[in-house]
């Protein structure tokens, strides 16, 4: 039997033409979407979370997940669009959006000092301004954090803090160091980890991986980016999610199946998808 598996964060607003991740991804025909969602549910992925990123994405992301069963929207501006943000207008537009009962989590937000594409002060405002709706609101935050740490930590301690018992949201696509991961879980944050665990030289995202705990962690594709091992380079789908999952298996010293039914647990507990 096909182990149960919960996508956390996959852009299914997004494809590329062709077989490579090259160019700028673009909207899925509705046939292009329904080949994706049937190959996941081929594969045992039975949820996937679709993180907003602009005004535009994530008004597609509760479109969808209205249209389909087991999926589900978040509502956010990325840090790399923060230069964009407008507080009064794009927290209007959540609260139009939230009125979805498929809109279940804010995301995805935060930093990224690697390209810093929005000035790093215009990224904190952002970020903390859409925490303080997201803890208004009891939400869940899904959070991107490239090199950024030192200044995401802090925030997260003095706007949204919580527990190991009073989660808050979760890192996505984690691939900073073990200190990092356990500074975020104590604070309420899982930890997701996507196809770079699978990657040949991403030994410092499976020292991560094995120095915390599975019982507060995610998996997650990050489509149509990251697609694990071997298809590197490629397109990212959930169908692949069993590969990420299968290699966190392996670094934990435990089994696929393990993996799947702790982070589907956890999928649950976080968001309050059914």
Do not use: W
């Not at 705990?213 to 694990?228: Q, R, S």
Request: aromatic residues 6%; contains cysteine.
């Amino acid at each position: 039997m096909t182990p149960e598996l919960a996508d956390s964060h996959g852009h299914l607003t997004m494809i590329f033409d062709g077989g490579e991740t090259r160019g700028r991804p673009r909207p899925p025909t509705k046939e292009e979407l329904e080949g994706v969602l049937g190959r996941a549910r081929d594969a045992g992925v039975t949820r996937v979370l679709v993180p907003g990123t602009t005004r535009d994405d994530q008004r597609l992301a509760v479109e969808i997940a209205e249209a389909h069963d087991g999926v589900f929207a978040a509502v956010g501006i990325h840090p790399h669009e923060a230069k964009d943000f407008d507080e009064d207008a794009d927290l209007r537009l959540f609260e139009e959006l939230c009125a979805s009962t498929k809109v279940v989590a804010v995301g995805e937000i935060g930093l990224d000092y690697f390209y810093d594409h929005s000035p790093r002060d215009v990224q904190k405002r952002a970020l903390q301004a859409q925490l303080r709706f997201a803890r208004e609101r009891r939400l869940p935050v899904l959070l991107h954090n490239r090199e950024s740490e030192s200044a995401l930590l802090p925030i997260l301690e003095r706007v949204a803090p919580g527990s190991e018992c009073d989660l808050r949201g979760v890192l996505h696509s984690f691939c900073a160091d073990a200190e990092t991961g356990r500074r975020a879980i104590a604070l309420g944050y899982l930890v997701s980890f996507s196809g770079m665990i699978t990657f040949r030289a991403a030994d410092n995202v499976r020292q991560a991986a094995a120095a915390l705990p599975l019982g507060a962690m995610l998996v997650e594709t990050d489509a149509p980016y990251l697609a694990p091992a071997p298809f590197r380079g490629k397109p990212n789908e959930p169908s692949y999610l069993p590969r990420t999952a299968a290699r966190l298996a392996e670094v934990m010293g435990t089994t696929p199946e393990e993996v799947a039914a702790v982070t589907t647990a956890n999928f649950r507990r976080l968001f309050g998808s059914p």
